[in-house]
């Protein structure tokens, strides 16, 4: 698989704890994107934050702790439009936002 | 530019002697208005010449006067070549997503990219337009460069 030029790419915040299906909805983002045939998607938490519903997201000692997340998604423009509808029903909470990426170097390893 | 790329390329074997060789003093930089972010994607792994691949960069960055560079460890995902990254607290190898975000001048992230194509052999590196707001650069604390978008 080679991407390169223009791209899209979609990065989705949400809480640690926001779960889909009975999972964490970090998970089953990354699932769905596999499953659709996306070039990649990553997960990265984040130590402190707020968001969509002014919760503060924050790592306490004693009470449970809803950190950030954000999945960041990168792949042709056609295939992330494609893609929307489906995060859209599994974010019920949470923020998409999409930005152009210009793509230098993406090489798929024969294994 | 071209000769300042080919200067850059022969910089590639700069990076391991910097790591040893007292670093000069890098000179002011003050960044406005528009600059280009650079995303590189890679494994925790990776290696360059025996060591962290995301460490080698940082310090190639540096060498070649990129104004900043922020490492980010991700906690699952996968890319390239399909493998899935994913932190497992008993595993010996986990081999997890890095992200290194880099903000700097269009020409200077351009010039820089056939020193990085060299040293990333699988992952992708992704550029964007970004509007610096502000920027300081401490000479004892190097400082990162702060994206508002």
Known sequence: MKLSGSAKMIRVHFG????????PLH???????????LAGATVYRGIEGYGASSRIHRK????SSDLPVMVCIIDEAAKIQR????????????????????????????? | MVGEGLIEIQDTTVPKASAQAPRPALPHVALQGKAKLMRIFIGKDDKWRGKNLYDAIVESLRANDIAGVTVYRGISGYGAHRRFHK???????SDLP???????????????????????H?????????????YTHRLDHPAEPQERS
């Not at chain 2, 932190?87 to 190898?93: A, G, I, N, P, Q």
């Not at chain 2, 290194?100 to 010039?111: F, H, N, P, Q, T």
């Not at chain 2, 699988?122 to 707001?133: A, C």
Request: avoid cysteine; hydrophobic fraction near 45%.
């Open chain 1, 27 to 37: 998970e089953a983002i990354v699932e769905a994107a596999r499953r659709e045939d």
């Open chain 1, 83 to 111: 893609f929307l509808p489906i995060l859209e029903q599994m974010v019920a909470e949470g923020l998409i936002a999409i930005s152009d990426v210009e793509v230098i170097r993406y090489t798929h390893r024969e294994e």
């Open chain 1, 60 to 63: 306490h000692l004693l009470t």
């Open chain 2, 98 to 120: 890095i992200m290194l975000s880099v903000i700097d001048e269009e020409s200077k992230i351009r010039a820089y990219l056939p020193i990085l194509e060299q040293m990333v």
């Open chain 2, 122 to 134: 699988e992952g992708l590196v992704v550029l964007s337009d970004v509007d610096v707001i502000k």
């Open chain 2, 87 to 93: 932190e497992k607290r008993l595993s010996l190898s």
């Open chain 1, 16 to 23: 640690e704890d926001d779960r889909w299906q009975g999972r």
